[in-house]
């Protein structure tokens, strides 16, 4: 009889959630994407790569079949918009996790309670309050036109640049906590020592901040960047639906297209991205571990 | 020590991620009380009030915003929802993927006040799943002070004059911009053949770059607020938005409009289909049409409840197309269409 530790039962319950809400969906997801659709919304049999092979071969209106190049076009913006977003909530992120740091206790709490109180409300709700601020008789236009610096409204609203700032405004949270959490531990000896040893600012940034700080910083950019490439609402809302990303194509074919295969098959697509950047991330700090020893 | 640090500041942040409402909670069935589906900004809260008043039952309301939401969310599932509402179009679609409780509405006290030609309905003839809600016509909007030109065809919309570049507001959903373009160019609605859906597809390209935003919530807003002059827009959202603002004219053009009835049902599965009936047959009483229409300022299909309308309602343009009015209603989009629905959709968007 095999006598298991009373560590096992206390993971039990973590294995669980993990297993439950994180590895039955994505293997029902990837059944899905190697079975075909049925035209009313659904998944029918039989199994086929045909899922795969719509990413870049589609049928014609006259039913042959195509060269389509879009759903690369479309991945490789979401992709872009994702990184864009992540470098961004960083630069954003980072000094700011500093600045809390760098206060009283008390104040601290305050600020990180700041940090997170756009969580107490509704993401949608959120960004139609957005749109109530960028558009055409929106605040921003509304007040630049009354100090008389415009005549025509300024186009904020519906384009890239307006997703963008509904993506890093919506992940910022996530890049600041992780960076806060790594900083709040850091030896401020270290820092002294680094002066004492003739440091100049940007020294002790790059040499003895950055590295100690750097989990919480891979920790950030992978929680920006997950989201940010499937995100679908700021694309329809800010974005005014004209331009696809993989999210919104995504939901569009488990919507108006009903081909649950092909969003499924789309779906791993974003997966194995960010599969992909967990790995080079781990990678990476394993090789500067290395390098250190 | 450095994977721990990762693992802590994962933790700290994972609490936050939960809290981030990625998916919609289905709706929990609780007893007596009856939950509604229905389309966003279209079901009168005084009707709802009246109900609860006479019956004694509670009533939720939740909304989406395209029949494929509907179509999707109830094939994946039991949602608890008693009653849904279902476009004309899309009924044959849900009958015969067995989402709707047979109701036989014609044995009901009230159905003998539907109007006769609403009676028998080509996507439910004898009314064994349905009843009507409210119908209307699908055309556009323009604000008459941007361009006070004569407008009576939809080229207005598809091939805008110069003044409307950036303004134009389009619905959200394919089947509906698309079956406008092929009415336009006097195609057959849910249209297969591939000459002409790449005319289509040239069609919606061109009108790009005069689109602000192609989404079906928030029209009457947007066109008040001028935000768009010019929108895809069913008639009685055209009729509140022309009260708020009285430039703003609905067009009745010469190609005609495409018709639709969204209709009552209850999806199998309905935790409380016995009140859910009580409803239907409330729904066909001329006044609480009335109330419903005076809300959504859309036509109802029970004779009689014109007197209860508010008089700017019964009068209202929008309300009363002209007697030679060509109204096409979709017989329902197959597979094939709705394929290269999608491939228009998704290259227009590329």
């Given amino acids: 009889m095999i006598k298991l530790r009373p560590v096992f039962w206390l993971l039990l319950p973590a294995v669980g959630v993990i297993f439950v809400f994180g590895a039955i969906p994505l293997l029902i997801s990837l059944v899905y994407s190697f079975l075909t659709a049925n035209p009313y919304g659904g998944v029918a049999m039989p199994p086929t790569f045909s899922s795969y092979v719509q990413m870049l071969f589609d049928q014609d209106f006259d039913g042959s079949l195509v060269f389509m190049p879009d759903y690369i076009w479309i991945a490789v913006r979401s992709l872009y918009l994702a990184l864009l977003t992540t470098m961004l909530s960083l630069a954003v992120g980072f000094p700011v996790a500093w600045y809390i740091v760098c206060q009283s206790p008390n104040r601290r709490k305050v600020l990180l309670t700041l940090v997170s109180l756009p969580f107490w409300i509704n993401t949608l709700i959120r960004t139609y309050c957005w749109i109530l601020i960028l558009r055409d008789e929106g605040l921003i236009n509304g007040f630049l036109k009354w100090l008389g610096i415009i005549q025509h409204p300024l186009p904020l609203l519906y384009n890239q640049g307006a997703i963008l700032l509904g993506l890093v405004y919506t992940f910022l949270p996530f890049m600041v906590l992780p960076i806060y959490a790594t900083l709040e531990r850091l030896d401020p000896r270290l820092i002294e020592a680094a002066y004492d040893l003739y440091a ?39 974005g005014g639906g004209k331009q696809l990303l993989i999210g919104s194509l995504i939901e569009m074919q488990f919507t108006s297209s009903r081909n649950w295969p092909f969003g499924a098959a789309l779906s791993m697509l974003v997966t194995f991205a960010v599969l992909v950047a967990l790995a080079w991330q781990s990678r990476r700090s394993k090789a500067g571990a290395e390098a250190r020893a | 020590m450095k994977a721990q640090n990762l ?37 009168s809260p005084e009707l709802l009030k009246k109900f609860t008043k006479e019956t004694g039952i509670k009533v939720t309301l939740d909304t989406y915003d395209s029949n494929e939401t509907l179509l999707a969310k109830l094939k994946a599932g039991t949602t608890g929802y008693d009653l849904v509402v279902v476009s004309d179009d899309f009924v044959k679609i849900f009958v015969n993927q067995n989402l709707l409780e047979k109701v036989d509405a014609s044995q009901m006290p009230n159905f003998k006040n539907l109007e006769p030609r609403w009676q028998k309905r080509d996507w439910d003839p004898t009314a064994e799943y349905t009843v009507p809600w409210q119908w209307g016509t ?74 602000k935003l192609y989404n079906s919530d928030g029209i009457i807003d947007r066109l008040t607020s001028g935000e768009v002059t010019m ?42 289909v016995a009140n859910a009936k009580k409803f239907i047959n409330f729904m066909m009483d001329p006044e609480n049409a009335a109330i419903e229409s005076n809300f959504a300022g859309y036509q109802n299909a029970v004779a009689g409840s014109n007197k209860y309308l508010q008089p700017a309602l019964a009068s209202a343009p929008e309300f009363n197309p002209p007697a030679d009015y060509k109204i096409v209603f979709s017989p329902g989009c197959n597979a094939k269409a709705t394929k290269d629905f999608d491939r228009i959709w998704t290259l227009l968007r590329k």
Avoid at chain 1, 223 to 236: C, E, I, S, T
Avoid at chain 2, 8 to 37: E, K, S, W, Y
């Fill in chain 1, 200 to 238: 100049n600012r940007w020294q002790l940034f790059r040499r003895v901040i950055w590295p100690l700080t750097k989990p919480g910083i891979a920790a950030g950019t992978v929680l920006v960047f997950a989201p940010a490439l499937g995100a679908f609402l700021q694309p329809d809302l800010l």
């Fill in chain 2, 7 to 43: 693992l802590l500041a994962c933790g700290l942040t994972a609490g936050l991620l939960a809290a981030l409402p990625l998916a919609q909670p289905a709706q929990a069935a609780d007893a007596g009380v009856l939950h509604i589906f229905n389309w966003t900004d279209y079901t």
């Fill in chain 2, 138 to 211: 699908t055309s556009f909007t323009y604000d008459t002070k941007v361009y006070p030109q004569p407008v009576d065809s939809l080229g207005t919309l598809f091939k805008p004059p110069s003044v409307f570049k950036g303004q134009v507001g389009m619905f959200g959903s394919p089947s509906e911009v698309i079956n406008l373009a092929l009415l336009y160019q006097g195609y057959p609605l849910c249209d297969t053949d591939p000459d002409q859906l790449k005319a289509t597809l040239a069609l919606l390209e061109a009108q790009k770059p005069f689109v």
């Fill in chain 2, 231 to 272: 929108s895809e827009q069913w008639s009685g959202d055209a009729e509140r938005a022309r009260m708020a603002k009285h430039s703003l004219r609905y067009v009745f053009a010469k190609e005609g409009g495409v018709g639709w009835m969204d209709n009552l049902a209850i999806p199998v599965g309905a935790p409380d």
